[in-house]
């Protein structure tokens, strides 16, 4: 699993970055499953097809798949989790096999927090054996959270800036245990030279340097000419 994190962990933040800029200023959302269909509502709406991985419930402090209750949503909502479940499958990922997955916190606080911290990890996860980057999550009542992927939507040109934001704030967002990886998978999801220290880009370069430890250390971006 924590493999799984490293290798999604920035091209899923860098999607999330995308959303946030595109609808951010959304009055309203819904989503009809049976319908397989996501909406904005508001100055800029939209509407998406969408995937249902799953639930954090911080009651039960437990995560549930969305496939674990066979016939309450239709199939075609379901591909990506079920995708999910076959990568666990092959690769022995028992947090991907299992219907429920419990979390710990003790706190409701704390279980609403952790409850959230798993759903993101369980969503890179989704978002690698899926192909589908973009996801959306949020409070349904009770704490409760949902985690949904939209399909359809399509990556900009990274840039300079916003890959160093990525970086910066990606690796804060969930642990991410190797940091090299992390950035050597980004490269290779999009397509991008990476030498091991330097990310070529477009519109410049970035430039990697990484501690002792092997953690993300000074990072330093320069526009091209």
Known sequence: MQALIDDGVFL?????LALADRFEDHEHWDVDLAAGQFHFSGANPATFPVQFLGTAAPGPRSWLWGWANPGQHPES?????????ALGERYDVPELVQGEVAFDGAPDDDAVRTGYELGWGLSIAARLASGTWFGYNAEVGGGTRVWLLLEGLLFDAPT???MLRVFGEGIRSIEVQDHRRAVASWASLRGAPWDGRTLTLSGGTITVDFDEQGRLGHMEGTAGS
Do not use: K
Request: charged share 20%; proline share 6%; net charge positive.
């Open 12 to 16: 899923a933040y860098e999607a999330q």
């Open 77 to 85: 909502v379901l591909t990506a989790a079920t995708a999910t479940r």
């Open 160 to 162: 300079v800036p916003r």
